[in-house]
């Protein structure tokens, strides 16, 4: 495994609601990290969806602002993504992302898809 492990995607209702997890190495989880989630759907560019700041904020894209929680439990070394009222245009795979001394890291992915 990598330092970046996710679970927790699928098939999802529109107007449903995900919840993604991040299992983040010890080595890399800092409060002063950043980190967050991205997501790439077919054909187009990978987007952020919602960070964490070096100073502890949190940021959202404009897309799931109202919707979407980002948070992070540091006992545990996992950081989490909550969305609601999901939209066609919140498929995707989604990735999380730590960037620490200069280094960025990546999971593997997480595929969320809309069940028929």
């Known amino acids: 495994q990598g330092p970046l492990v996710e679970s927790g995607g699928g098939l999802v209702q529109p107007g449903g609601s995900l919840s993604l997890s991040c299992i983040i190495s010890?080595?890399?989880?800092?409060?002063?990290?950043?980190m967050g989630w991205y997501r790439q759907a077919p054909g187009k560019e990978r987007e952020l969806v919602a960070t964490?700041?070096?100073?502890?904020?949190?940021t959202y894209a404009d897309s799931v602002k109202g919707r979407c929680t980002i948070s992070r439990d540091t006992l545990t070394n996992t950081m989490y993504l909550q969305m609601n009222s999901l939209k066609p245009g919140d498929m995707g795979v989604y990735y999380c992302?730590?960037?620490?001394?200069?280094?960025?890291?990546w999971g593997q992915g997480t595929q969320v898809t809309a069940s028929p």
């Open positions: 992302n730590v960037q620490h001394n200069g280094m960025v890291y």
């Open positions: 010890q080595d890399i989880f800092s409060r002063h990290a950043l």
């Open positions: 964490f700041t070096s100073g502890g904020g949190r």
